[in-house]
T-cell receptor, first 114, second 116 residues
Framework: SQQGEEDPQALSIQEGENATMNCSYKTSINNLQWYRQNSGRGLVHLILIRSNEREKHSGRLRVTLDTSKKSSSLLITASRAADTASYFCATDATGGGSNYKLTFGKGTLLTVNP | NAGVMQNPRHLVRRRGQEARLRCSPMKGHSHVYWYRQLPEEGLKFMVYLQKENIIDESGMPKERFSAEFPKEGPSILRIQQVVRGDSAAYFC??????????????FGSGTRLTVV
């Protein structure tokens, strides 16, 4: 079964610095999504990148996807204390009609220090 | 638009009791998905429902767990005879028909179940 794995598990940076988180997965995908989860809260959808896309931007977020390496990265530029949260990548499955079923990694806990 | 509403936010049950978790999808969303998050883990898919239909329950434990999404009212995740291992955060997501996979899902804030 496919599995998203984020790296690093935890990341601590200073406000204003950039944060890069990586995600690897095992099987072919249609899309890869990134979500943010603030402590004790629900998940917020950040960005979706399709398997035929290599890079996508949204505000201070930049996502890359390398399907040959089965990996993705999330870059947050000019980080703010409010970016402190856990970040998860989620992949769907190709084939079998079950692309609604997301597989999440364990997440990267990002701490942005003021 | 109130988003995906889950209640209660926190639920404490003694071993052997029943837990009922509710999820009201976003307005216009007819598809509901339940996920479970154990401590220090990512979310795990449990079940996918449309109104009055269970589409995929492959992630649901075979016993004690059931889900429904009636024609009227919220989706309900029901756990009978809870055990300590059921302690987790349960999240509900919703999407319009066929669009979640291409545009992302909207998640609720979750219900944190604690079994004592």
């Amino acid at each position: 079964s496919q599995q998203g794995e984020e790296d690093p598990q935890a990341l601590s940076i200073q406000e204003g610095e950039n944060a890069t988180m990586n995600c690897s997965y095992k099987t072919s995908i249609n899309n890869l999504q990134w979500y943010r989860q603030n402590s004790g809260r629900g998940l917020v959808h950040l960005i979706l990148i399709r398997s035929n896309e290599r890079e996508k931007h949204s505000g201070r977020l930049r996502v890359t996807l390398d399907t040959s390496k089965k990996s993705s990265s999330l870059l947050i530029t000019a980080s703010r204390a409010a970016d402190t949260a856990s970040y998860f990548c989620a992949t769907d499955a190709t084939g079998g009609g079950s692309n609604y079923k997301l597989t999440f990694g364990k997440g990267t806990l990002l701490t942005v220090n003021p | 638009n109130a988003g995906v509403m889950q209640n209660p936010r926190h639920l404490v049950r003694r071993r052997g009791q029943e837990a009922r978790l509710r999820c009201s999808p976003m307005k216009g969303h007819s598809h509901v998905y339940w996920y479970r998050q154990l401590p220090e883990e990512g979310l795990k898919f449990m079940v996918y429902l449309q109104k009055e239909n269970i589409i995929d329950e492959s992630g649901m434990p075979k016993e004690r767990f059931s889900a429904e999404f009636p024609k009227e009212g919220p989706s309900i995740l029901r756990i009978q005879q809870v055990v300590r291992g059921d302690s987790a955060a349960y999240f509900c997501a919703s999407s319009p028909p066929g669009l979640g996979a291409n545009y992302g899902y909207t998640f609720g804030s979750g219900t944190r179940l604690t079994v004592v």
